[in-house]
């Protein structure tokens, strides 16, 4: 069962207290895209000041700390179980207690809600990182996301994830369309107490919350091992390539792995791969080089990158006795079937 009820008011100051604990990126929930207007200081801004209002905007907002959450609904009827990482998340009345957060549109997420029209906001821990790693993927439309994830139901059935720090389990007061935004506002109905220090952002760079706290779990080493796949190591170097570049992303790549290899060396069954690594590092910044968005997520560029996900895309670069030889794991062989793009 949850534990004892607490005000709205009292978990908010025990939230302003707590320290920094995730802090060297700050990201968003999503990625922006840029409007055709602008309201700023009473006047519309033109389409060659928008960049520049955009990057002031960001400036400003990465350095304000916020709690990651995980927002979670429930169709139980039609068995469809889903979540969201957040970290648009705020209080905005207290009489009645109203919080808000943001959803990205399109969004299946979005249709659920207000299907189901209640919804529980889970404040992660600080020890809590693979929960928003994992909520913040991209949802199949039918699929149970909290399937092998512990949960209890919430007083209106919404899933409440085990062992968070705080819960608020409300229904829908409002929702309206902002810019590329749905803003959620829920009327709190249960509260439960924060029992531990919540995992918060802080900013240097803008990112998602999804890459952040992913970022920061693979440097920590505190990944799920059953997280570390394909995508996971094509996110991670777009992450860094994006923010450093490929020439100085690629120790950080490398030290990156073999830091999380050495961690997990009773799992790992191959090892690290130096033929392998900067191929895909090679790969993932030629892509990004030729991507035409430069504020694109990690799930639209791969959506649009398709081939970096392709298992036989080494296949069509690599003999198996190359890529598989001794000599390609400890130094880069050079493909014998196709020339690098």
């Known amino acids: 069962m949850l534990r004892k009820v607490v005000t709205m008011a009292a978990s908010r100051r025990m939230l302003r207290v707590v320290p920094l604990i995730c802090g060297k990126h700050f990201r968003y929930c999503s990625s922006a895209t840029r409007p055709q207007q602008t309201l700023y200081n009473g006047s519309v801004s033109t389409e060659s000041e928008e960049p520049i ?19 979670t609904t429930a169709s139980y009827q039609d068995q469809i179980l889903r979540g969201m990482t957040c970290g648009s998340f705020t209080s905005v009345s207290f009489k009645p207690p109203i919080v808000s957060f943001c959803i990205q549109h399109p969004s299946h997420m979005h249709e659920l809600l207000l299907q189901t029209k209640h919804f529980a906001i889970n404040i992660l821990s600080k020890n809590q990182a693979h929960y928003a790693t994992r909520f913040a993927k991209p949802a199949d439309e039918s699929k149970d996301q909290l399937q092998s994830i512990p949960y209890e139901e919430g007083i209106n059935g919404a899933p409440i994830l085990a062992d968070v720090a705080g819960v608020l389990e409300c229904k829908l007061h409002d929702v309206h ?15 439960t107490e924060l029992r531990d220090e919540p995992l918060l952002y802080f900013a240097r760079t803008y990112r998602s919350v999804g890459d952040e706290v992913f970022m ?37 790549i ?88």
């Open 177 to 191: 369309t902002v810019g590329d935004h749905h803003v959620w506002y829920g009327e709190v109905l249960k509260t």
């Open 216 to 252: 920061t779990a693979f440097e920590d080493t505190t990944l799920l091992f059953e997280d570390w796949t394909h995508a996971a190591h094509l996110r991670m170097a777009w992450n860094y390539i994006k923010e450093y570049g490929r020439e100085k992303a690629t120790p950080l």
């Open 53 to 71: 209002l955009q990057r002031s905007f960001k400036n400003v907002m990465r350095r304000v700390p916020s709690p990651v959450v995980v927002v």
């Open 254 to 341: 490398k030290t990156g792995i073999k830091k999380y290899n050495e961690q997990n060396k009773d799992k790992i069954v191959r090892g690290y791969h130096e033929t392998l690594t900067v191929f895909f590092i090679h790969m993932v910044a030629d892509a990004i080089k030729k991507c035409d968005h430069p504020d694109i997520t990690f799930e639209e560029f791969i959506e649009k990158q398709t081939y970096l996900s392709d298992k036989e895309l080494l296949n069509r670069y690599y003999s198996p006795h190359i890529i598989n030889s001794h000599r390609a794991k400890m130094m880069f062989e050079p493909p014998d079937k196709h020339e690098l793009p």
